[in-house]
T-cell receptor, first 113, second 117 residues
Framework: DAKTTQPTSMDCAEGRAANLPCNHS???????VYWYRQIHSQGPQYIIH???NNETNEMASLIITEDRKSSTLILPHATLRDTAVYYC??????????????FGTGTLLAVQP | ETGVTQTPRHLVMGMTNKKSLKCEQHLGHNAMYWYKQSAKKPLELMFVYSLEERVENNSVPSRFSPECPNSSHLFLHLHTLQPEDSALYLCASSLGTPGTGRVSGYTFGSGTRLTVV
């Protein structure tokens, strides 16, 4: 799987949009970009994933650049409960259980009141 | 509730004790995983089970022994642990589509916070 690079930490004001970047310059054509987050002392939570088109769901939006070498997760109106570590993971969507979900160090997003 | 339930939530055990962690999912998933998260470290994948068969063991010490009796249950048996084994142990599950090999996103439990004294 391709590796990703994320900033170690970011701050965001409550109510503002949080934009979390991720670089994945070695991504291959079939690999998807997945985002998970982990609130302190809880298990990771799936947020969104995409291949090349922008995606939106009830939690967030995912913007993937045209060359697919980077992406941005957008939380449109951050709340204090969005304070968490956000993980960007690149992987194939198939391969069964041997296609493991491997986590990096992620970005600690701190939403400030 | 995520659909993946882990018990107990907290566990304190001595180095000579034997204990077991339990994970249960009723999401219809067919693969289950154990992860370990030590303080200030990324999650480490320990074991992977697919259709109740262990498909991967990432060089985990033998004092950790997994068991997957059916597709809904996963155990992690612990014996003669060391203090450095203190960590958050997370269980996850996913759904693989037979024939296509496609796999869904993972659903994680809330974890068991283990302290070895």
């Amino acid at each position: 799987d391709a590796k990703t690079t994320q900033p170690t930490s970011m701050d965001c004001a409550e109510g503002r949009a949080a934009n979390l970047p991720c670089n994945h310059s070695t991504i291959s054509g079939n690999e998807y970009v997945y985002w998970y987050r982990q609130i302190h002392s809880q298990g990771p939570q799936y947020i969104i994933h995409g291949l090349k088109n922008n995606e939106t769901n009830e939690m967030a939006s995912l913007i993937i650049t045209e060359d697919r070498k980077s992406s941005t997760l957008i939380l449109p109106h951050a709340t204090l409960r969005d304070t968490a570590v956000y993980y960007c993971i690149v992987r194939l969507p198939y391969g069964g259980a041997t296609n493991k979900l491997i986590f990096g160090t992620g970005t600690l997003l701190a939403v400030q009141p | 509730e995520t659909g993946v339930t882990q018990t107990p939530r907290h566990l304190v055990m001595g180095m000579t004790n034997k204990k077991s962690l339990k994970c249960e999912q009723h999401l219809g998933h067919n693969a289950m995983y154990w992860y370990k998260q030590s303080a200030k470290k990324p999650l480490e994948l320990m074991f992977v089970y697919s259709l109740e068969e262990r498909v991967e063991n990432n060089s985990v010490p033998s004092r950790f022994s997994p068991e997957c009796p059916n597709s809904s249950h996963l155990f992690l048996h612990l014996h003669t642990l060391q203090p450095e084994d203190s960590a958050l142990y997370l269980c996850a599950s996913s759904l693989g589509t037979p024939g296509t090999g496609r796999v869904s996103g993972y659903t994680f439990g809330s974890g068991t916070r283990l302290t070895v004294v």
